[in-house]
């Protein structure tokens, strides 16, 4: 597995960078073997040290954690210790035939994604229009392809909480429509799956 470990607007020594790829190595091959490669990136964030690491496995899939603390070996630590137990979690289905199968398929569309800028405050509420819709239009900070992958609701929960997404849009291998699941705010997850109007099928 190639490691990349990058500091931002800090000093990334030899013997942490060392400790990061070793420590990486040895913890995500005791559950898979086949790990394509992983970026690290340390950075100071107010009085502690923060690390951000992804690990990508295959076609589609990534794991991802984030960890604060004052040290800056220990926030590698905590964020690796998190890294090993998602993957601990899904040991059994990433190693499965199945599983493999299905990371190596090809993604079902490419699609835009956008980062919108949030810079509206409460008291500039966007007049409305003679249609009644508003005039605001957001702006776009950020852009980036994503892959929307063909797979099962079960796999698709799977690569979210992987990747630590708040959300996922994926192609149903079912039902073929594209649908999405999200983290509800009770803890448990949410799935969307849209169901076309008897008005439009008969259209």
């Not at 998190?82 to 289905?93: A, D, G, H, P, T």
């Not at 499965?96 to 405050?121: C, I, P, T, W």
């Not at 980036?144 to 849009?169: F, K, Q, T, W, Y």
């Not at 192609?171 to 997850?189: A, C, E, F, Q, W």
């Amino acid at each position: 597995m190639h490691v990349i470990v990058k500091g931002k607007q800090i000093d990334v020594g030899d013997a942490l960078r060392q400790h990061i790829e070793d420590s990486l190595e040895a913890g995500v091959s005791k559950y898979f073997d086949n790990a394509i490669d992983a970026q690290v990136t340390l950075s100071r964030k107010n009085h502690n040290f923060h690390t951000e690491c992804s690990v990508h496995i295959g076609s589609g899939i990534d794991v991802t954690a984030s960890a604060d603390h004052v040290d800056a070996y220990s926030s590698f630590d905590a964020t690796a210790e998190r890294i090993e137990k998602q993957l601990r979690r899904y040991k059994r289905r990433l190693k499965s035939h199945h599983g493999k199968e299905r990371f190596d398929a090809k993604m079902k569309f490419v699609a835009q994604s956008y980062v919108l800028a949030n810079d509206m405050d409460d008291e500039d509420e966007p007049e409305m229009n003679g249609t009644g819709a508003d005039d605001w239009q957001p702006m776009i900070i950020a852009e980036s392809s994503a892959n929307i992958p063909d797979c099962s609701v079960g796999e698709a929960v799977m690569r979210m909480d992987l990747a630590n997404l708040p959300a996922m849009m994926f192609h149903n291998s079912s039902t073929k429509g594209l649908n999405m699941v999200y983290r509800r705010p009770d803890g448990n997850i949410g799935w969307i799956d849209p169901k076309i109007a008897n008005s439009e099928k008969s259209a």
